[in-house]
Nanobody, 122 residues
Framework: QVQLVESGGGLVQAGGSLRLSCAASGRTFSSYAMGWFRQAPGKEREFVAV????????SYTDSVKGRFTISRLNAKNMVFLQMNSLKPEDTAVYYC???????????????WGQGTQVTVSS
């Protein structure tokens, strides 16, 4: 069992930065790949980034490549999403999630956090 709690969201101007954190509980955290997703009003939840259990492998959706960085610190049961050069279209609720194997589709993620709101003003 893994419980996830996101934090770090807020209101920021376009071009600014935010760092999202996801705190996980459960002894099996380090065995899971961890992903970030986002959901804007009226849209489906979409993949943003994923990091393997070791932290050595990462993947990003095209729209955030070069701007966002996902990382994890297994010793602290934490996952992070550093977001730079934010754009108004990045506005959404951001969720962290855990999957049993790296690179699985959204439907295969086992655990989800409650989300944190990110709003980027123009």
């Amino acid at each position: 069992q893994v419980q996830l709690v996101e934090s770090g969201g807020g209101l920021v101007q376009a071009g600014g930065s935010l760092r999202l954190s996801c705190a996980a509980s459960g002894r099996t955290f380090s065995s899971y790949a961890m992903g970030w997703f986002r959901q804007a009003p009226g849209k489906e939840r979409e993949f943003v980034a994923v990091v393997s259990w070791s932290g050595r492998s990462t993947s990003y959706t095209d729209s955030v490549k070069g701007r966002f960085t996902i990382s994890r610190l297994n010793a602290k049961n934490m996952v992070f999403l550093q977001m730079n050069s934010l754009k108004p279209e990045d506005t959404a609720v951001y969720y962290c999630a855990a999957e049993p194997d790296y690179g699985l589709p959204k439907s295969e993620y086992d655990y989800w956090g409650q989300g944190t709101q990110v709003t980027v003003s123009s």
